[in-house]
């Protein structure tokens, strides 16, 4: 029974991922956006997750490690999102999305919901309470799963300090801009990250 609903909850994210990103108007997006990149990670790994469900159960073989070990990878990734949009975005505050950032059939408050909320909780619930007997032996999982968030960050401190691009986030309150409290924030963006892996990775 927990690996139907495993399979059902992965469906389910695959679903509001796949109508969420696809109504991004510009695609290009899905790299500017951590939202939208984690989110992206995510509808890989559910699809996968999904595939490598279904085939078990006709089989009756377990799923693959690569399958829960990209799980591991998304269900990181969406909670650090969840957290970073709360602790770090005022809950969508810093974030200049508009309606002309979707598709007529989604407006970026629904986004906020489905990418923030909906996703992160669901793929929360199936990672730790649902996905419990397919088991990660291996440790090297615990540095894989931190390098999508580090290289984005690496990568958003170095365009953002040339001014190579228009930053996604305004991290600094007030009107003037504090590049010292904009760096500090990028820095510890990741190490939520890694926090929230860390205590994911010995809950499971």
């Known amino acids: 029974m927990l690996k139907i609903a495993a399979l059902i909850a992965n469906l389910s994210i695959v679903f509001c991922e796949v109508y969420a990103l696809g109504h991004i108007r510009r695609k290009s997006d899905v790299l500017k956006y951590y939202t939208y990149l984690q989110n992206f990670l995510a509808l890989i790994a559910s699809l996968i997750f999904s595939f490598c469900s279904i085939v078990c159960l006709i089989t ?9 070990g990209l799980r591991y990878m998304a269900a990181s990734g969406l909670a650090a999102t969840a957290f970073i949009f709360i602790a770090f ?3 969508g505050k810093k974030i200049a999305l508009t309606e002309d950032d979707f598709l007529p059939g989604l407006k970026p408050r629904s986004a906020n919901i489905l990418l923030h909320y909906v996703c992160p909780a669901l793929a929360l619930a199936s990672f730790i309470l649902l996905e419990r007997d397919v088991r990660i032996t291996h440790d090297f999982w615990t540095g894989i799963v931190a390098l999508p968030s580090c290289i984005y960050w690496i990568l958003y401190i170095i365009l953002s300090a040339a001014k190579l691009w ?19 924030t990028v820095v510890l963006i990741p190490l939520s990250f890694i926090a ?3 205590v994911l990775w010995n809950i499971m």
């Open 89 to 91: 975005l005022g809950a």
């Open 196 to 198: 929230i892996s860390f």
């Open 60 to 68: 009756g073989k377990p799923i693959p490690e690569l399958a829960k």
């Open 166 to 184: 228009e930053e996604p986030y305004n991290f600094s309150s007030g009107k003037g801009k504090t590049g010292i409290l904009d760096v500090l």
